[in-house]
């Protein structure tokens, strides 16, 4: 079986994930005492992760620009979802996890912004 390659390096997933966390460890060596640089790797790593659920194969906004093809624009698509999230902590909290539901949250935010800078047709 031929392992699956990343588009750019023609690495393995398995080598290219490697490579990522050792950079990624080098990087946070710079980065002590950032507050925001933690989170923003587990974002980028929550998302990495959900491309994956999704079956994203071709690029990472795959899913999220296909809402396209039901005459959604993604981008609104994206300011949906983090509504539906806020909606979630205005209501009763029960057993929702807040931490989870922010990160949810800046996660839409990210890919929102991602599919406005993938589309010129889109309002800016």
């Known amino acids: 079986m031929t392992p699956i390659t990343t588009p750019v390096s023609g690495a393995s997933t398995a080598e290219s994930s490697e490579r990522r966390e050792r950079l990624l460890g080098e990087l946070a060596l710079l ?3 950032d507050p925001y640089w933690k989170i923003c790797v587990e974002l980028w790593r929550l998302l990495s992760r959900k491309r994956g659920y999704y079956g994203c194969v071709e690029s990472p906004l ?7 093809a039901d005459g959604i624009l993604p981008y ?3 300011i949906a979802r983090v509504g539906e999230k806020c909606r979630r902590l205005r209501g009763s909290l029960g ?9 949810d949250i800046a996660g839409h935010a990210v890919v929102g912004v991602a599919c406005l800078d993938h589309g010129d047709d889109y309002e800016s």
Request: aromatic share 4%; net charge neutral; proline share 0%.
């Open 62 to 68: 795959e899913n999220a620009l296909g809402v396209e």
């Open 31 to 33: 980065m002590e005492g």
């Open 95 to 103: 057993t929702i996890s807040i931490r989870k539901t922010i990160m």
């Open 76 to 78: 609104k698509y994206q």
